[in-house]
């Protein structure tokens, strides 16, 4: 997964920002596929642990593996209070550090996007998950189209800043998953357009959510160009509160052979 190290580097801004959108995301995914307890499951790709977590409270695996191939983020999502329960490596998707046929189910959580060789993850998905069990997605949309941070990405052209753009710009459309699927072996293939709210205390609290690792490299007049900007770029406030309207694409498939 290369180009990306600087955009994982830190952490703690990565789960201040993305996590808490992705968060919004996973509880309306879970929803969506409606599955049962006691199932044994894998994050890959887990990141700082977001999506780990809403797995843990909303359908009591028996069993919770996840990897992901940043060491640092495998380790913050490592010192979350619940992370004691749950087998966190660090591995990639080619070469998933985990047995076969492990688990019932695995989730990418936004993350097929970021994998340049995605035959290549789904065919490992694949071996470590049981035949007849499931593998399931969901990513962003391509950029405005409800992506979360769309109202950023304006804000920075219209304050002309320099912006270093988040990783992973294909499959980003349910057609796109679906082929990715299909040519994987994958059957019973169903997919959601997942309508999804972000709503936050005050314009600060949206601002500290969206703004990432971007400012680090803008100059403290630059910094307050580009929240003049998305004061603009926003919808307007109910009282204080701004609240987003945005979408996820999902999938899911059977694993050949069950």
Same mark, same amino acid.
């Given at each position: 997964m290369t180009g990306q190290k600087d955009f994982f580097a830190d952490s703690a801004a990565y789960d201040r920002g993305m996590g808490r959108f992705s968060r919004v995301a996973g509880e309306s995914f879970l929803d969506w596929l409606d599955l049962p307890p006691g199932l044994k499951c894998l994050d890959a790709g887990c990141g700082t642990g977001a999506f780990t977590e809403i797995l843990l409270d909303r359908i009591a695996p028996a069993a919770l593996g996840a990897f992901?191939?940043?060491e640092g983020q495998a380790a913050f999502a490592r010192s979350k209070p619940w992370a004691g329960g749950v $087998?966190?490596?660090? +591995?990639?998707?080619? /070469?998933?550090p985990f047995d076969d046929a492990a688990f019932d189910i695995a989730f990418l959580a936004l993350v097929i996007q970021f994998i340049p060789y995605p035959l290549k @993850?789904?065919?490992?998905? /694949?071996? =470590?998950?049981?035949? #007849? +069990?499931?593998? &399931? /997605?969901?990513?962003w949309p391509g950029r405005g189209d409800g992506h979360p941070v769309a109202p950023? %990405? $304006? /804000?920075?052209?219209?304050?002309? =800043?320099?912006y270093d753009r988040r990783p992973g710009t294909t499959i980003r459309s349910i057609a796109g998953m679906v082929d990715v699927f299909r040519d994987a072996g994958f059957s019973a293939i169903e997919t959601?357009?997942? @309508?999804?709210?972000? $709503?936050?205390?005050?314009? $600060?609290?949206?601002?500290?959510?969206?703004? +990432? %690792?971007? =400012?680090l490299a803008l100059t403290a007049a630059e910094i307050e160009?580009?929240?003049?900007?998305?004061? %603009?770029?926003?919808?307007?406030?109910?009282d204080s509160r701004?609240?987003?309207? #945005?979408? &996820?694409?999902a999938i899911r498939g059977r694993v050949p052979g069950g």
């Open positions: 992901d191939p940043h $087998e966190i490596r660090v +591995g990639d998707a080619a /070469a998933i @993850a789904l065919a490992e998905l /694949a071996r =470590v998950v049981r035949p #007849g +069990g499931e593998v &399931a /997605a969901y990513v950023f %990405q $304006e /804000a920075v052209k219209l304050a002309d =800043v320099a959601a357009d997942l @309508a999804l709210t972000f $709503e936050f205390r005050d314009f $600060e609290d949206c601002w500290s959510a969206m703004k +990432g %690792q971007t =400012v160009r580009l929240k003049a900007a998305l004061r %603009q770029t926003l919808p307007k406030p109910h701004i609240v987003l309207a #945005g979408r &996820a694409y």
